[in-house]
Nanobody, 121 residues
Framework: QVQLVESGGGLVQPGGSLRLSCAAS????????MGWYRQSPGKQRELAAV???????TYADSVQGRFTISRVNAKNTVYLQMNSLKSDDTTIYSC???????????????WGQGTQVPISS
């Protein structure tokens, strides 16, 4: 089995910073893209940021310049550093990863459980 476990969410004030972490564990052969999606009630899920296994990054326009995604391949972990947070950033953030298990030949998308990032003054 493969699990993605997120951490780092919590209440933050507008203008503040927060770092989310997501660690993949289990019978992992290889990890391709890792990233973060976010979704607020009544809204479509949107990709916030994604990073390839080689370190290439892509950001949503809404977070470009404020968020930084990074990963440590040796730890199977992806991070999302969020700076200059706005009230619009209040939502649930979920990490995802494209993973090939040791006993499989295909790739699958796995999801974390989601972590709440409330922003309030």
């Amino acid at each position: 089995q493969v699990q993605l476990v997120e951490s780092g969410g919590g209440l933050v004030q507008p203008g503040g910073s927060l770092r989310l972490s997501c660690a993949a564990s289990g019978s992992i052969f290889s990890i391709d893209d890792m990233g973060w999606y976010r979704q607020s009630p009544g809204k479509q899920r949107e990709l916030a940021a994604v990073i390839s296994s080689g370190g290439r990054t892509t950001y949503a326009d809404s977070v470009q310049g404020r968020f930084t995604i990074s990963r440590v391949n040796a730890k199977n972990t992806v991070y999302l550093q969020m700076n200059s947070l706005k009230s619009d950033d209040t939502t649930i953030y979920s990490c995802h990863a494209r993973i090939r298990r040791k006993v499989a030949t295909n790739w699958r998308i796995y999801w974390g459980q989601g972590t709440q990032v409330p922003i309030s003054s």
